[in-house]
């Protein structure tokens, strides 16, 4: 049963704390997305990726916001400083050819 | 600027009888669609997708419409069941936008027993 995997499930923080949350693609999926959900904004894309290499991050606060793709099963967001606005469920997601991703169960992310 | 837009934010519908959530969309590049599906304190599932080829795709009791001249689809369940309670989101992707899919903000559907 092919799934994506995300670790932590939930996370609770400081503010100015380093935030690392790390997600497992499908294996043989070729593109990873990073989503935010929050009330006010749905689903916003942070950034994603093909083949490994970043493809888009215009979603992401660069100043603080970095993802990273070391190698075809780990991808990773980092937040660095973390603030209380960041709080939210970030989800990742894999995909192929066919345009359809799978969603990971989230990342709940509070930041005091 | 909304790309997709759900503009019921909840609905209710009586178990057994069909449920019927629509989507608009503005941009008339996007060629395939999504639906997927969202229960509390897990992540979006995919429900059913349609290619901008077809009007209509039927997977069990889940249609989805397509009108392109109207930038319109629907999802119908039929029957509804308590388990569909769970927020749906209409998604869709343009061939020139590389992967990326375009989120709608989703509607809350509650089946009532």
């Known amino acids: 049963d092919a799934r994506v995997t995300q670790t932590p499930r939930h996370k609770v923080t400081e503010m100015g704390q380093e935030v690392t949350m790390r997600c497992q693609p499908i294996?043989?999926?070729?593109?990873v997305f990073w989503y935010r959900q929050t009330m006010m904004q749905g689903l916003e894309l942070l950034a994603y990726?093909?083949?490994?290499?970043?493809?888009?991050d215009s979603g992401m606060p660069k100043d603080r916001f970095s993802a990273e793709m070391p190698d075809a099963t780990l991808a990773t967001l980092k937040i660095q400083p973390s603030e209380p606005r960041d709080s939210a469920v970030y989800f990742c997601?894999?995909?192929?050819?066919?345009?359809?991703?799978?969603f990971g169960p989230g990342t709940r992310l509070t930041v005091l | 600027d909304q790309q997709v837009k759900q503009n019921s934010p909840s609905l209710s519908v009586q178990e057994g009888r069909i449920s019927i959530l629509n989507c608009d969309y503005t941009?008339?590049?996007?060629?395939?669609f999504l639906w997927y599906k969202k229960y509390p304190a897990e992540g979006p599932t995919f429900l059913i997708s349609?290619?901008?080829?077809?009007d209509k795709n039927e997977d069990g009791r889940f249609t989805v419409f397509l009108n392109k001249s109207a930038k319109h689809l629907s999802l119908h369940i039929v029957p509804s069941q308590p388990g569909d309670s769970a927020v749906y989101f209409c998604a869709a992707s343009a061939w020139n936008r590389d992967d990326k899919i375009i989120f709608g903000k989703g509607t809350r559907l509650h089946i009532l027993p």
């Open positions: 997601a894999s995909g192929s050819l066919d345009r359809t991703q799978y």
């Open positions: 990726f093909r083949n490994r290499a970043p493809l888009d």
């Open positions: 294996l043989g999926h070729n593109t």
């Open positions: 349609i290619s901008s080829i077809k």
């Open positions: 941009n008339s590049m996007f060629d395939y």
